[in-house]
């Protein structure tokens, strides 16, 4: 389902890729998630969300700090502190 190369997080299906993230490393320990992409086939199924969800704790595993360019990811980030700060 997902696979990294080239600084991109692939999502694929059946070996066709359905999307990506793009990013890149600011130092060693930081990387810049700077576009998020959907194939148009395919938008509107979540597949943004499953890459942003799969890559944020992937690079806290790893213990690399992340930042977003991205416009998703921020919006993301935004809708879920709000869902924290209400609960």
Known sequence: ???????????????????????????????????????????????????VEYALPYFEQKGIITKYSCSYVKKYEEEKNEIVEIN
Request: charged share 30%; net charge negative.
């Open 1 to 51: 389902m997902f696979k990294i190369e080239n600084n991109k997080i692939l999502y694929e299906e059946k070996e066709e890729v359905l999307g990506f993230i793009e990013f890149i490393y600011l130092d060693s320990n930081t990387v810049d998630m700077i576009h998020t992409y959907v194939n148009p086939n395919h938008r509107g199924k979540g597949i943004a969300k499953k890459l």
